[in-house]
């Protein structure tokens, strides 16, 4: 990419104003850090030395200032009452995007999430990726209806209604598809944090926990291992899902997101949550829930979402999404415009509770310093991570590592072929490697 096309903020947000952000919010140490950079940045002359001088420059008075532009002295716009509130116009390159390395039928699909242009752990519900294997559908909700049957006392069938006037609990928790940095596997460094961890998203989920449904139907808790999810779309997915999950009240019948009702495109007005598990089992427009003593192994369990292994066996029911991190800036596609200080920032999640730790190189993995984790830190759910770095103007190579609760940590490709093999698809939770080259460009690359 060539320096002219520069992505505006804040899918570039690595120019002065960036830094600026940084010197007014700093803490003391960090302020110190930080002043340090710059004087060190500045010493070295060239263009650093007049980013620095710009930054101080509208830091102390920028006659600028003084204009008045058209939005200080005109009328502004009228309230919004005319439909859904949305994003400014200078936004408009904050989108989903589908990927332009996969090959994409018109309804079997997929969009990734804008990860590089997003703050904190929340996905907007614009933004949340999608993965459609029959497309997405507008379910008219006072026609939906949610039945439970297996074993049970009595089989059930529930309007939106009935469940939205039971208790409900909300509850943070990230999704990620099992096919999330697939790519990968075959060596292929897709360009930007969109297309490499894109399949990935984090909300608020609103609904009421399947074990309170299962109760009502008087089912048999001790006979019932597994239920089997039933979605309404043409695709029929079902999943089987472990009881485990459900009698610890993990597993919720969710319709709200992030405080509306969950998008159409998100399984619009029912959908499974099922915290810290691939993205298939969030059974979406959520028909029917079967309780049964034994897997089901259907068509979306057998063949795919099944990881095929050196020995030529295929391992199956692999769905927790073990503890993984990415850089999300800087990340493939941006450049650093100037050496100096840049916040290194990213989000680190694991399918077995919180993260513990996030460690971050900044020289190819040989040496690591522990990020700060942005508070709250919370189970099964994105945590943001960030830290202080001064790019010297040389090419290196930025890492992440996260370990979660359990004391597990993120895996090297290297270690992950090692025990997986070269014939993945799914479930890749590798170390993320970016390589920053001298003019500034950062890239994919791949590690041993
Ligand atoms: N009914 C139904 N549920 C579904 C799917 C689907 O195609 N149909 N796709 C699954 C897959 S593979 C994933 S990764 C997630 C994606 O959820 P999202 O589209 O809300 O991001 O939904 C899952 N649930
Ligand atoms: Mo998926």
């Not at 993965?131 to 074993?151: S, T, Y």
């Amino acid at each position: 990419m060539e320096r002219g096309r520069l992505r505006k903020a804040p899918e570039n947000f690595l120019d002065a104003a960036g830094v600026r952000t940084v010197f007014a919010e700093g803490k003391q140490g960090r302020r110190d850090f930080i002043r340090k950079a710059f004087a060190t940045a500045a010493a070295a002359g060239g263009a650093a030395a007049a980013a620095a001088q710009g930054a101080k420059s509208v830091g102390e008075g920028d006659p600028a200032i003084l204009n008045l532009p058209a939005h200080s002295t005109g009328l502004g716009q009228p309230v919004v009452t005319d439909g859904y509130g949305m994003p400014s116009k200078y936004e408009a390159n904050v989108q989903r995007r589908p990927s332009p390395g996969l090959t994409q039928t018109s309804q079997s699909s997929v969009s990734f999430a804008p990860l590089q242009s997003l703050f904190g752990i929340v996905t907007p519900n614009g933004l949340h990726f999608e993965r459609h294997h029959q497309g997405w559908w507008d379910v008219d909700p006072a026609q939906h209806r949610l039945m439970l049957n297996g074993m049970v006392k009595t089989p059930k069938v529930f309007t939106m209604d009935e469940l939205m006037r039971l208790p409900s609990v909300s509850r943070f928790h990230f999704i990620e598809c099992g096919a999330n940095t697939g790519m990968e596997w075959g060596n292929v460094a897709v360009p930007t944090v969109q297309y490499s961890h894109g399949m990935l998203s984090c909300s608020e989920f609103t609904g009421v926990p399947l074990i309170t449904l299962l109760e009502m139907a008087g089912a048999d808790l001790k006979g019932g291992k597994f239920v089997l999810a039933e979605g309404a779309d043409g695709s029929s997915m079902t999943r089987t899902i472990p009881m485990s999950l459900v009698t610890s009240g993990q597993v919720l019948v969710a319709y709200g997101q992030n405080g509306e009702m969950l998008r159409p495109e998100n399984g619009y007005p029912l959908r499974l949550v099922v915290p810290g598990v691939q993205g298939v089992s969030w059974v979406k427009y959520l028909r029917r829930i079967e309780l049964g003593d034994q897997p089901w192994a259907t068509k979306d369990e057998a063949i795919h979402y099944v990881d095929l292994l050196p020995d030529g066996t295929h391992r199956q029911y692999s769905s927790i999404q073990e503890c993984k991190s990415v850089i999300t800036t800087p990340s493939g596609g941006q450049v650093l415009l100037d050496k100096g200080f840049y916040s290194i920032s990213g989000l680190a999640w694991s399918g077995r509770g919180k993260v513990r730790q996030v460690d971050v190189s900044a020289d190819g993995g040989r040496n690591w310093r522990t990020a700060r984790l942005e508070t709250p830190v919370m189970d099964r759910c994105l945590t943001r991570f960030n830290i202080d770095w001064v790019w010297d103007g040389k090419a290196t190579m930025l890492m992440s590592r996260a370990t979660d609760e359990t004391g597990y940590v993120q895996p090297s490709m290297r270690q992950l072929r090692e025990v997986r093999g070269t014939r993945s698809i799914y479930h890749n939770n590798a170390i993320q490697t970016w390589l920053v080259q001298e003019n500034g460009e950062v890239k994919n690359v791949q590690v041993s």
